[in-house]
C-alpha cells in the first residue's frame, strides 16, 4: 500500500483515532529538524493504518522543511539487492550517492560492506545540508542486503535523519525479525498501531460520506473491527454500488451483501496465500463464528496436526486469529466477503456438512441450528424444525437465544403456510420471555395484518394479551378473540378465563365473586393430563 506516496490536489480525510501517535512522530520530526535524528518502527496488521501515517510523517516533515526521502519493499523483488534501499536513496532527486558506483557494488556479495560504507557517507553528507526523513515502507518483504545496512545506517549516532520504517506484525523471517530487534534494542521508537475506537470508526465513515452516518450504515462499518482499510473499502465499495442513500443530512446504506470491492480484495488477498491456506480460509468461512481446530480438521477430512502450517500462515496474514482454544476470522467483513466468494450451491452443501460434523462432535442443538440456518431459504423445513427445536431446548437456560432461534424460524416460513399462526404465537412468548416486547408486538402485528385462520389469531392475541403490561391491551386482545365465531371451545375457554381473570385484577368486574364462577366454568372443560389441555401464557 503505498499510499505515502498521495501527492497533489486530491483530498484526504483528516485522520481519526490516532492522537497520540501524531504526538509522538510530531516530536519526532521536529527533532530531526533541530538536527537530532532518531529511528520511528510503526507496525501494525494489514490495513491498520501504517501508510496513512507515512503521509503524515512526509506532510509534517515538508512543513518542517525537512527533506524526504521514500523507499518501498516487494515481496516479488526480495531477491534485488538494497532494492528499497536504492529506491530511497539513489532515485531521489537529486539521488543520495553515486549510482552509478553503488549499483555496480551492490550486485557482488564480497562487495556489499562498502556499498553501506559509500551509502552511509552520502547520506551524512546529505544530512549535513538539510536534515533527512528516510521512508522504508513494508521492510518485511526487504531484501537482506536492505536490512543489513538498516541495521548499521539507522544505529549512527549524530546524525540529522529520521528512519521511519512500517512492518506487518509478525511478519518477515528471521533476518527481518533480528532487524526489529537490533532497532529496540538501539532505542527506537515503537508505534505498535492497534483497532480504531467505534467513535473514530464513526468520525471516519462520516469524513468519508460527508454525511451523519445512519445506524444501518455504522453496524456495517462496526464489522471492520477497527481496521480503518476496511472500514474504506467498505464505504467506498458502497458507494460505488449506489447504495448510499442521502436524506436528511443522513447516509443510509441499502441493499444486501457486502459491496463487490471487498470480495474482490479478499479474493486477492487468498490468492497470495498457498493453496492449503487458502483452503482453510475458505472452509473456515462456513463455519459457526468461533471454531475449533478440531472441526476444521474434520471438515478437511484430515488430522488436525496437518492443518499447523497452513493455520500458522493463515494467522500471519491477519486473516484468522487464534483465541487460545478456538479460532475465528479477524474481520467479520472478511468472513463475509470469503463466503459470498463462494458459489451458493457450494456453500449451503458445506455448511450443511458442517452441521451434520457438529451433531457428530456432540455440539449443542442451538450452535447445530444456527449454522444450519445460514444456508437455509424460505421453505426449508429441515432448518425450521431444527430451529423450533433448538429454541425449545435452550428457552429456560437463554430467552434470548430462543427468541432468535425462533424468529429465525418464522423468517423461512414460506407465507400462507399452514403452520405459520401457531409458530408465530410461540415465538410471540419467547420475545416476551427476552423482554423483548416490541419485536414481539411488531410481530404480532404483522401476522395479524395477513390472512390467518381464526383459531391462529385467537392464538395470538392470546400470546400478545400475556405479554403486555398495559391492561387495557389485555382486555381488548380477549375481547378480539371472543368476537371470532370460528375459534375452537378450548382457546375460547382460554379468553374467557384470562378476561375474568384481568378484570377483577384491574377492579373493572363489579361482581369479582361472578368473575370467578366465570372462569371457572370456562376452564371446566379442560381435561388435566389430556393431550388438549392447555399451556397458560
Known sequence: MSTARASGKVRIPPIRGRAGELKVIGALVTAVAQGRGGVLVIEGPPGIGKS???TEVLALADKCGVRTLFGEAFEYQQTVPFFSLFMATLRADPPVGDVEALRRLGGSADLRYWVVHDLADAIHAAAAQTPLVIVLEDIHWADNGTLLALRSLATAPGVAVLWVVTARTGAGGQAVQETLSVLQRTNATFLRLAAMTP???????????RARADASLLSLAAKAHGNPFLVSELVGGLGEEGRLDFSGGHAVATGDGLPRRLGVGMQQRLDLLSDSASEVVRVAAVLPDRFSAGLLAAMLDRQPASLMSALEEAVRADLLADDGNQLRFRHDL????????LPQSLRRAMERQSASV?????????????????????GDQAAINALRRAARSVVLSDPCAAADLSKRAVELLPAGDPARGSLVAETVVRLNRATRYDEAQALADSALATELSQDDEAEIRLRMAAGTEDPEQRIAENRRALQLVGINDI??????????YFEVVNGLHADASAAGVAAAAATAIWKPGSSATPRLP
Open 52 to 54: 496513512r501515517l507515512l
Open 199 to 209: 467513535d473514530a470508526v464513526a468520525d471516519m465513515v462520516q469524513d468519508a460520506v
Open 334 to 341: 472478511l468472513r463475509e466477503a470469503t463466503r459470498q466468494a
Open 358 to 378: 457438529m451433531l457428530g462432535m456432540g455440539a449443542a442443538p442451538a450452535e447445530v441450528a444456527t449454522q444450519l440456518a445460514r444456508s437455509a431459504e424460505v
Open 491 to 500: 382457546t375460547r375457554a382460554r379468553h374467557q378465563a384470562w378476561l375474568a
